[in-house]
């Protein structure tokens, strides 16, 4: 009873409160996630629970509708602080990029500060660097305009004795009380001579020696020492040189006789001081003398006058041009004498005078420093104070609100009051100096302007011509560089010395251009001084030859290249250098009868130039080709003797190795350079070297001739260059043994068919053959040795015979007089090969002489003409189609884009004739 009161009354409590559905009632807290059912459901299922299940008693949980409140709370409360969160991070942000903007403004404003603190410090260096140049000109127009007065050697009126002579008059007075201690005074003489010279401060102290001791006894020596010192003087020591002149020379009046000749002489070359090693170079002696005359000690300009016009090349009076002799001597004097002398500021003096009085009247690069304002220009831009200064004056320019724009109006430097006063003060200075600083006469002054300025137009017109020149030597050798891959010595040391030419040239010319106040030549272009080159190649380089109608026709190329096949060759084996018409008779050791004698003898041989065809060639063509040998053992023992001589002067030639001896000069040109020598210009300098140097020693050239008698045996290409270097030299000597020798060699070695050498006569053969293209070895040489082979057509002989014909048949052949008689041997030799059972190999190397001397000439057919259509057509069944299916489709379409719709066209019977020429 008891439990059911309990559970009744727990049930009343209830109320109406629905019992779970049966399936729930299974377990405990089955119904925790069930929905609830319908108040109004009348299953059965549905009854009131049972005293078991409601007395059983309930789990720690709470009720199902007690936790979804608190989940949708902790969402809300999530999402609230995500929220806020990123409110957060995005006000961090925008903090960090004003932050950041603002110290990228800052820096901005500081680098703004920092170039215009340069700009400014540059523009207050500018102006101090005028102002000191300013200062620098005047005061020296001033210490010698003083200097002048004070060597006046004009009587003054009142006082019955010129300046000049009150101031030794005074020494005089004075001079007792000075030291003339021996020991001291050649100390100081000593002094002088090594060079050391008291700088102007030394000068101004009371112990200097000048102004300490009596050197009245030591004038001539100090002079001396002056004009022949022992060391070598710097342009630098010249300023301490003149300031002891002027010292001396108001001390001591036979200073200035003593000194000046000395000098005089060094420059115009007269005299023995000129000629000794310790004498002053010539430009620092005219140069002293200049200074001379602006500080007064010279006033005689008689002399100076005739060096400069000498220097200047003064024309004559039918002659309107200057004739420069001497640049140097010009450029120095015009350099130092200046406005004094010449009458005219210098250019760089002007330009700094205009910039300050455009600065001062506001024109300038600056302005005006305005009233208030704080910056002080002459604090350093590095220390605190002009940092702050300089943040003042960015803050009054523009606000500091204004960010990036503050610095966009352009900074324009200011010119301070202390630099604007200094500037000024330099101005009237100069106004005030200027006009009054002459140190010569005004007709002096124009005579000697005159000859400064005919010589600058001179050096002006020599300077342009040779940066013209220099461009076109530029590009020559630029080409050679193309062709042959390099330069020789010789166009390299050519080049070097144009460069150097006009560096000095442009020195010259930029020197007096500033000290005459005149414009310098404007120099012409590349591209307008190759205007006239330009035509032959449009600037594509090296242009090639294209046949066309206007080329020569085969005489007139006949007659121009005679028996060579192009210009190039002809070139090289015509265009021999000269060296009597080059070089001083003297020098290659020629006297005047053997000169007229070669020359008569160089006319003869080598008179007709194109053709080799000389007068001695026109007599040899009469001489009978023969081949006895007599003579040829005289020779042989002469020849014998020679060398044996040779042999025992070059014996006697050994000194040791001495590189500085002609004998291993010339060792060197023989053994090392010759063998090398494989070009053109290589060989022409070698030839050139050795006549200068060793041609007027005999036993010299019978070394040569030896040498160039022993050939190398695996060097054949040298024997082309080998001999144009005979040929050189026998253009100036007449002893040449060369073409005897190889002569001697070819029949001797044709006599003797036992143990011979093939390559050894091949190569002899060719030696002869080079020369006689040369002219050096007369052309019945060569007919006298095919004659000599085809007596005895067999073996070598055969080789020989075709080898001097495939190297010098085809100039025999096409010589007028030599053509008859190498006709008549070359059919000898095809009559011999048809009338003998000759090998194959023979047979081959005969027809290949002969064709190679008489090619065969092709028959030219005209070509025929065919219309555009047809040879476009010919191409497409020709030279496109083939067997492919891409190739067929392009020329079928090509085929029906023919004008078949043309009357005036057959379309069809051209495509069948082309389609029947590729069956």
């Known amino acids: 009873m008891i439990g059911g009161h309990g559970n009744g009354g727990r049930g009343g409590r209830s109320g109406g409160r629905r019992p779970p559905p049966p399936s729930s009632g299974r377990g405990r807290g089955g119904n925790s996630g069930a929905p609830p059912p319908d108040r109004n459901d009348n299953a059965p299922n549905n009854r009131p629970l049972s005293s078991s299940s409601s007395s059983r008693p309930k789990s720690g949980r709470g009720p199902p509708n007690r936790r979804r409140p608190g989940r949708g ?37 500081l680098a703004e500060i920092e170039r215009r603190n340069k700009l400014q410090s540059q523009y207050d260096a500018g102006i101090k660097s005028c102002i000191a140049t300013l200062e620098s000109f005047v005061n020296g127009l001033k210490l010698r305009g003083d200097l002048r007065r004070q060597f006046d050697t004009a009587v003054l009126e009142g006082s019955g004795s010129s300046p000049l002579m009150a101031e030794r008059l005074k020494f005089e007075q004075t001079k007792k009380s000075l030291k003339s201690d021996l020991k001291k005074c050649t100390a100081f003489v000593k002094k002088i001579k090594s060079g050391s010279y008291p700088t102007p401060t030394e000068l101004d102290s009371a112990n200097n020696p000048i102004k300490t001791l009596n050197l009245t006894r030591y004038v001539e020596e100090v002079a001396a020492a002056i004009a022949e010192p022992n060391q070598k003087i710097k342009p630098t020591d010249i300023p301490s040189m003149v300031m002891l002149c002027v010292e001396m020379h108001r001390r001591y009046e036979g200073f200035a006789p003593a000194l000046v000749p000395s000098l005089m002489s060094s420059v115009t070359g007269h005299g023995s001081s000129g000629e000794e090693e310790n004498t002053l170079p010539k430009r620092l002696c005219l140069r002293l003398l200049t200074e001379f005359v602006l500080h007064g000690i010279i006033t005689d300009l008689k002399s100076i006058v005739k060096i400069v016009s ?36 210098p250019r760089a003096i002007r330009v700094e005078y205009d910039r300050l009085r455009s600065e001062i009247a506001g024109k300038g690069e600056g302005k005006m420093m305005g009233v208030g304002t704080d910056m002080d220009t002459k604090e350093p831009a590095g220390e605190q104070s002009n940092a702050n200064q300089d943040e003042k004056m960015v803050s009054t320019a523009t606000p500091s609100s204004a960010g990036d724009t503050d610095f966009e109006t352009p900074f324009v430097p200011t010119l301070t009051d202390g630099l604007m006063t200094e500037a000024q003060a330099v101005i009237d200075s100069y106004d005030i100096i200027t006009p009054q600083s002459r140190a010569v006469p005004q007709p002096t002054t124009s005579t000697l302007h005159t000859h400064c300025m005919g010589a600058y137009r001179t050096l002006c017109n020599s300077f342009v011509a040779t940066h013209r020149r220099l461009i076109k030597l530029e590009k020559r050798c630029e080409q050679d560089r193309l062709l042959q891959g390099n330069l020789s010595e010789a166009r390299e040391k050519g080049l070097s010395d144009a460069r150097t030419l006009l560096e000095n040239l442009k020195k010259s010319v930029e020197t007096l251009s500033d000290v005459l106040d005149v414009d310098p030549p404007v120099l012409p272009s590349s591209e307008e001084d190759g205007d006239d080159n330009a035509g032959a190649t449009d600037g594509r380089g090296i242009k090639l030859w294209t046949k066309n109608e206007n080329d020569p026709s085969e005489e007139e190329r006949d007659a121009r290249l005679g028996p060579f096949d192009d210009e190039e060759t002809r070139s090289f084996y015509c265009d021999v250098p000269d060296l009597l018409a080059t070089k001083p008779p003297a020098l290659l050791g020629v006297n005047l009868v053997d000169l007229e004698k070669q020359k008569e003898r160089n006319a003869r041989q080598y008179g007709a130039l194109s053709g080799g065809e000389g007068p001695e060639v026109g007599a040899m063509e009469v001489e009978d080709v023969d081949t006895k040998d007599d003579g040829l053992d005289e020779f042989e023992e002469g020849d014998t003797e020679d060398v044996t001589m040779e042999d025992k002067v070059e014996g006697e030639s050994e000194d040791g190795g001495n590189k500085d001896t002609p004998h291993y000069k010339l060792m060197v040109l023989l053994e090392q350079e010759l063998p090398e020598a494989s070009r053109r210009e290589k060989i022409d300098e ?130 007028k007089h030599t053509h008859k008689k190498l006709s008549e041997l070359m059919d000898t030799m095809m009559r011999i090969k048809k009338a003998r059972n000759l090998d194959e190999r023979h047979v081959a ?9 008489n090619p065969p000439r092709k028959a030219t057919q005209p070509a025929k003409k065919i219309s555009p259509l047809e040879g476009y057509l010919r191409h497409l069944m020709t030279s496109r189609l083939d067997a492919d299916d891409k190739s067929v489709l392009f020329v079928s379409k090509q085929i029906q884009r023919l004008p078949w719709s043309d009357p005036g066209v057959d379309c069809g019977a051209l495509v069948s004739k082309y389609m029947m020429k590729g069956e």
């Open 686 to 815: 070698l030839a050139d070297r050795f006549c200068v140097n060793h041609g007027s020693n005999k036993n010299s050239r019978k070394r040569l001739y030896k040498t160039l008698f022993l050939v190398p045996h695996a060097r054949l290409d040298l024997l082309p260059y080998w001999s144009r270097f005979a040929a050189i030299l026998d253009r100036v000597y007449s002893d040449s043994t060369l073409v005897a020798d190889l002569e001697h060699q070819l029949h001797g070695q044709a006599r003797f068919k036992k143990n011979q050498n093939l390559d050894s006569r091949l190569r002899t053969a060719r030696y002869l053959s080079e020369l006689t293209k040369f002219r050096v070895a007369p052309p019945i040489v060569v007919l006298r040795g095919i004659k000599r082979c085809l007596e005895d057509f067999t073996g070598y002989n055969i080789d020989v015979a075709c080898s001097l014909l495939e190297n010098c048949g085809r100039y025999l052949y096409r010589t």
């Open 845 to 853: 190397m005969i027809n290949s002489a002969f064709f190679m001397v």
């Open 310 to 345: 000498e220097a200047a090349g003064a024309p004559s009076e039918g002659d309107k041009e200057y004739v420069i002799t001497d640049a140097n001597v010009v450029v120095t004097f015009a350099k130092t004498g200046g406005l004094e002398v010449l009458g005219v500021v």
């Open 73 to 109: 709370e902790d969402k809300a409360k999530q999402e609230a602080e995500r929220l806020e969160l990123e409110r957060k991070q995005k006000e961090e942000e925008e903090a960090a990029a004003k932050k950041a903007a603002a110290a990228a403004a800052e820096a901005k404003r």
